[in-house]
């Protein structure tokens, strides 16, 4: 019996330490690592809560800055050619130079649009139309106007010719004005 208690008496202990390892391991470890990505994840909550408040704290600068952009954005479309596509854009370009012309006593003789040209975010529209005007006085107001309207346009060709040589008051004239419209 001797034996059997020495064993017992040594047996037990070490249990006891095997026990209190396993306990250790399996318990204690796990819940100390468990706390700790609770503790990560409250502190990732914590810094995602500070840059929501801090956006939140920026909003008024943010819509500031979003209506002057808009405004911005209003102000440069002013200065493109309006129309849904290019056939619309190039009528309404046909519109406005033929205004011109005839605003400074001019006649039409013909009108056509040219095929749209792509540039990056642009549109390259471009008519070309055939008018008479009295002098060269009206050919340079008309010049002035085109080149100067808003919508920015640009005469890309120019041919003018007297009509009668022996009233060489009356030119005819050839223009090729292109402007820019925003592409889709």
């Known amino acids: 019996m001797g034996s059997k208690s020495r064993i017992l008496f040594i047996a037990v202990p070490v249990m ?6 396993t306990v250790y391991e ?22 995602t809560l500070a840059k929501y408040k801090a956006l939140i704290a920026q909003k008024t600068s943010i819509e500031e ?14 200065k493109t050619i309006e129309g849904q596509t290019p056939s619309i854009a190039a009528a309404s370009l046909q519109g406005t130079v033929k205004g011109m012309i005839t605003a400074r006593g001019g006649s039409i003789v013909s009108e056509r649009a040219e095929k749209p040209e792509g540039s990056g975010k642009f549109i390259i529209i471009t008519v070309t139309i055939d008018a008479v005007l009295p002098d060269t006085r009206a050919l340079a107001d008309t010049m002035y106007a085109i080149e100067t309207q808003s ?25 090729k004005v292109s402007g820019l419209m925003e592409g889709r």
């Open 65 to 78: 800055g979003l209506v002057t952009l808009r405004e911005a954005r209003k102000a440069e479309s002013s």
């Open 151 to 175: 919508p920015y346009l640009v005469v890309r060709e120019l041919d003018t010719r007297i009509r009668a040589f022996k009233d060489p008051r009356d030119l005819t004239v050839k223009l």
């Open 26 to 47: 399996y318990g204690y470890l796990r819940v100390q690592s468990e706390i700790n990505d609770l503790e990560d994840g409250v502190s990732i909550k914590a810094k």
């Open 16 to 21: 006891l330490v095997l026990l209190g390892v």
